[in-house]
């Protein structure tokens, strides 16, 4: 107080680390299932609260995440979830832990990143997945809240866990059966509601394992889908007729899934497969055409997420293409680079368009192509010798901001492009 008085400077003092001390371990005695489950129970009550708040926190679930990831059927939840405060004393665990998980993936970050109260129960909820697991839990319930802390880790940058936990969810399926046939499922599940509920499951594991993740990752994909020309073929054929948008997403991944496999052999292997890139953009071409019908307008960037994947392949495959090295291939290099720089246009101009939807109802699966975008047309800035690159590429890193406020893997998007165009300049 002398030092302050007598030089008249403000006293900053820095605080210490706090110390680390030891969590509270419970006995090997106490992991039995009935104190997993009515500890389950007790953390419901303690995160998300009464029966009438579960009702909401659900409630506004499915007003919001449903609406681009429909793996739960409102139905059967609910029914589930009444007959619990009906005919038992406590929530089943997997109920529990998905009701847990459902809370989790519609918190959203603070400021840049994610609270240290959501992060803390991020880290419970991974921790009773692995204590249900080694208790030998595997139910369409539990596979369903693995595959919502996948899609929460995918939407908050959470790598290498994001891709861990969805290569987990495969093998997890496939020992439930839900990989099966319609009529397999239908043996296993009997209600045509769990059926379908397996079915959207299955569908949305595959779509977050090696493609989605993969992508993000930079890894080879590593799906149980099939890869041939007739598969994608059949993705072509199914456009021209009306589907539900998740159905739409699901073939959005097949293709991308088939650009990963053909980069990573490109890559792998110096022989290009130009036969089969031709394919890749034809059938990528054809499927973007449907988004497109009777609008002059470029679709807006956030309308849709098999849009989004669609576009994500779209510009893998051009980039890819625009730098290959082979003989006599200047005309295939030209072309590539000419579709690059139109649909890098017309994802910019989309993007100048006020978003189209609510904030809680972004997908995970949204910023990688706006930031590919992003940084293609850096690339092509640099190339031809812009020197101010701004103007081009603002109305994307706007949409990355508000991606931003929704899921961390945005913010962190909109950070790598902001530091290339501090290199460019």
């Given at each position: 107080?002398?030092?302050?008085?007598?030089?008249n400077?403000?006293?900053?003092?820095?605080?210490?680390?706090?110390?680390?001390?030891?969590?509270?371990?419970?006995?090997?005695?106490d992991?039995?299932?009935s104190?997993?489950?009515?500890?389950?129970?007790?953390?419901?009550?303690?995160n998300?609260?009464?029966?009438?708040?579960?009702q909401?926190?659900?409630?506004?679930?499915?007003?919001t995440i449903?609406?681009?990831?429909?793996?739960i059927?409102?139905?059967?939840?609910?029914?589930?979830?009444?007959?619990?405060h009906?005919?038992?004393?406590?929530?089943?665990?997997d109920l529990?832990?998905l009701?847990l998980?459902?809370a989790?993936?519609?918190?959203?970050?603070v400021g840049?990143?994610?609270?240290?109260s959501?992060?803390?129960?991020?880290?419970?909820l991974?921790?009773?997945?692995a204590?249900?697991?080694?208790?030998?839990?595997n139910?369409l319930e539990m596979?369903?809240?693995r595959l919502?802390?996948?899609a929460?880790?995918?939407g908050h940058?959470?790598?290498?866990?994001?891709?861990?936990?969805?290569?987990?969810?495969i093998?997890?399926a496939v020992?439930?059966?839900i990989n099966?046939?319609c009529?397999?499922l239908?043996k296993a599940?009997?209600?045509?509601?769990?059926?379908?509920?397996?079915?959207q499951t299955?569908?949305?594991?595959?779509?977050?394992?090696?493609?989605?993740?993969?992508?993000?990752?930079g890894?080879?994909?590593n799906t149980h889908?099939?890869?041939?020309?007739?598969?994608?073929?059949?993705?072509?054929?199914?456009?021209?007729?009306?589907?539900?948008?998740?159905?739409?997403?699901?073939h959005a991944?097949?293709?991308?899934?088939?650009?990963?496999?053909?980069?990573h052999?490109?890559?792998?292997?110096?022989l290009?497969?130009s036969?089969?890139?031709?394919?890749?953009?034809?059938?990528?071409?054809?499927?973007?055409?449907?988004?497109?019908?009777?609008?002059s307008?470029p679709?807006?960037?956030?309308?849709d997420?098999?849009?989004?994947?669609?576009?994500s392949a779209?510009?893998e495959?051009l980039e890819?293409?625009?730098?290959m090295?082979?003989?006599?291939?200047?005309?295939c290099?030209?072309?590539s680079?000419?579709?690059?720089k139109?649909l890098v246009?017309?994802?910019a101009?989309?993007?100048?368009?006020?978003?189209?939807v609510?904030?809680?109802?972004?997908s995970v699966?949204?910023?990688?192509?706006i930031y590919?975008?992003?940084?293609v047309?850096?690339g092509?800035?640099r190339?031809?010798?812009c020197?101010?690159?701004?103007?081009?590429?603002?109305p994307?890193k706007?949409?990355?901001?508000y991606?931003?406020?929704r899921?961390?893997?945005?913010?962190?998007?909109?950070?790598?492009?902001e530091?290339?165009v501090?290199?460019?300049?």
């Amino acid at each position: 107080m002398l030092i302050k008085s007598r030089l008249n400077k403000h006293c900053d003092y820095l605080l210490p680390a706090e110390a680390p001390r030891l969590l509270p371990v419970p006995d090997w005695a106490d992991l039995t299932p009935s104190n997993v489950c009515h500890t389950l129970e007790a953390q419901v009550s303690s995160n998300v609260g009464d029966r009438l708040q579960v009702q909401a926190v659900a409630a506004f679930y499915f007003r919001t995440i449903h609406t681009w990831f429909p793996i739960i059927s409102e139905t059967c939840y609910n029914i589930r979830l009444s007959n619990v405060h009906i005919q038992t004393a406590s929530a089943p665990s997997d109920l529990s832990l998905l009701t847990l998980c459902m809370a989790l993936v519609c918190k959203g970050p603070v400021g840049v990143e994610l609270p240290l109260s959501t992060r803390s129960m991020y880290a419970s909820l991974k921790s009773f997945v692995a204590l249900l697991e080694a208790m030998g839990t595997n139910s369409l319930e539990m596979l369903q809240s693995r595959l919502l802390l996948t899609a929460f880790e995918i939407g908050h940058a959470m790598y290498p866990s994001a891709y861990i936990s969805a290569a987990a969810n495969i093998r997890a399926a496939v020992s439930l059966g839900i990989n099966s046939t319609c009529e397999d499922l239908r043996k296993a599940f009997r209600d045509p509601q769990k059926v379908e509920e397996a079915r959207q499951t299955w569908r949305g594991i595959v779509i977050t394992d090696s493609r989605y993740v993969s992508l993000e990752n930079g890894q080879a994909p590593n799906t149980h889908s099939d890869r041939s020309i007739a598969a994608v073929k059949e993705s072509e054929d199914w456009a021209k007729g009306e589907v539900d948008s998740f159905t739409r997403l699901a073939h959005a991944s097949q293709l991308l899934d088939w650009v990963l496999v053909h980069i990573h052999t490109t890559q792998s292997n110096p022989l290009f497969d130009s036969v089969e890139a031709v394919q890749i953009l034809k059938s990528l071409t054809s499927f973007l055409v449907t988004f497109q019908s009777g609008d002059s307008d470029p679709p807006h960037p956030l309308s849709d997420n098999a849009l989004a994947l669609c576009r994500s392949a779209m510009l893998e495959t051009l980039e890819v293409g625009s730098h290959m090295n082979t003989p006599d291939n200047e005309y295939c290099i030209r072309t590539s680079i000419s579709i690059l720089k139109s649909l890098v246009h017309e994802i910019a101009r989309g993007a100048e368009i006020s978003p189209p939807v609510e904030m809680m109802t972004l997908s995970v699966f949204l910023p990688h192509c706006i930031y590919k975008a992003a940084m293609v047309c850096l690339g092509d800035a640099r190339a031809s010798g812009c020197v101010d690159p701004e103007p081009s590429i603002r109305p994307l890193k706007d949409l990355l901001a508000y991606l931003g406020m929704r899921w961390v893997a945005a913010k962190r998007y909109l950070a790598k492009v902001e530091a290339a165009v501090g290199k460019h300049l």
